[in-house]
């Protein structure tokens, strides 16, 4: 097994490296990684007994958009020795690799998804995280004091917050990360603004109506709500995007069920040779934006 990996490591990093000759071949590498470490963990909870999230997390480990903003959390917090890392992220497989690779201390929140608790700490406790640990939190509203993480970081979240809640929620991470700490945030990003309003909620769950679902920014509407923050520095901006339209795809209503679900193992891989990061949304297809701040000592 081991070997098997190893030789699938060194495989994907030859061909990354020819295709790509360099180009953003870290964080597709690290990208990698991390979906390796989630296969691993889907075969000890099979090992386990743990069938049903086992299979999850073996047909869908890593998301077509998660590849690279994971290696880019994973950067950051891996610059700090023993970090206190706070995730409100979406989902939560890079906050139990954190766990297991940085050795510091990891607290993975949701406003009130049961699947923290039944899937994510179960998983910690098959790789025996006792540094690891989960909790409801409102992410406009955060229960925790001032001054205490060194790193936060929030993928595909804060964009479904209504009103004023993706800025409140980016205020309350300064609140609470320590002074010289980081913060990561990934968001939609399109051309053009829009919000999406559904039948269906964040999870999947219906609804009766349609309600807010999420923003769609654009480079505006990032300048007025999340660029400009009190007490935190903007070190990096990055736009997310593709080459060939894949996503409205695999992540639409176009494929049937079946080839969905089929689909969903080679989202990482399509990712590594599709997806690319990069200051500006001047050609391809812009799908996200991510920022990196440090808050100010």
Same mark, same amino acid.
């Not at 386990?48 to 998660?66: E, M, N, P």
């Not at 903003?69 to 979406?90: F, G, K, Q, T, Y």
């Not at 929030?154 to 700490?181: C, M, W, Y």
């Given at each position: 097994?081991?070997?098997?990996? =190893? ?5 994907? #990093?030859?061909?990354?490296?020819? &295709?790509?000759?360099?180009?953003? &071949?870290?964080?597709? %590498?690290?990208? $990698? ?23 999850? &997390? ?23 020795? +023993?970090?206190?890392? $706070? ?11 954190? @766990? ?25 406790? =098959? ?14 509203? %955060?229960?925790?004091?001032?001054? #205490? ?27 609470? #990360? ?48 999340? $660029? ?34 089929? @689909? %969903? ?19 391809? +297809?812009? $799908? ?10």
């Amino acid at each position: 097994m081991h070997r098997a990996r =190893i030789a699938l490591e060194t495989g994907a #990093t030859i061909f990354l490296d020819v &295709l790509f000759k360099g180009q953003s &071949l870290f964080y597709r %590498l690290r990208g $990698l990684r991390i979906y390796f470490f989630a296969l691993g963990t889907a075969v000890r909870l099979l090992a386990a007994g743990r069938t049903t999230i086992g299979l999850k &997390l073996l047909i869908a480990s890593v998301g077509y958009w998660r590849l690279l903003p994971n290696a880019v959390v994973w950067e950051e917090a891996a610059a700090i020795p +023993h970090p206190r890392i $706070l995730d409100v992220s979406s989902p939560k497989l890079v906050s139990l690799y954190l @766990a297991a690779r940085t050795g510091g201390d990891v607290l993975a929140t949701d406003l009130n998804d049961r699947e923290i608790f039944n899937r994510w700490l179960k998983m910690a406790e =098959i790789r025996g995280l006792s540094n690891y640990r989960v909790e409801y939190q409102d992410a406009r509203q %955060l229960a925790l004091p001032d001054s #205490t993480f060194d790193v936060v970081y929030s993928l595909s979240v804060i964009e479904h917050i209504p009103g004023n809640g993706d800025r409140e929620a980016l205020q309350e991470f300064a609140r609470v #990360t320590k002074p010289g700490g980081v913060i990561v945030v990934e968001v939609p990003y399109r051309r053009k603004f829009e919000e999406v309003f559904r039948k269906t909620d964040s999870k999947g769950a219906a609804l009766e109506r349609e309600e807010f679902f999420e923003r769609r920014y654009d480079a505006a509407a990032l300048e007025q709500k999340l $660029l400009q923050v009190v007490g935190l520095r903007l070190e990096r901006k990055m736009i997310l995007g593709e080459w060939l339209a894949i996503d409205p795809v695999i992540n639409g209503d176009r494929l049937p069920r079946l080839l969905r679900i089929a @689909a %969903l193992p080679w989202e990482p891989w399509l990712a590594a040779v599709n997806y690319w990061m990069r200051p500006d949304d001047s050609a391809g +297809h812009p $799908l996200a934006a991510l920022m990196v701040y440090r808050k100010v000592a």
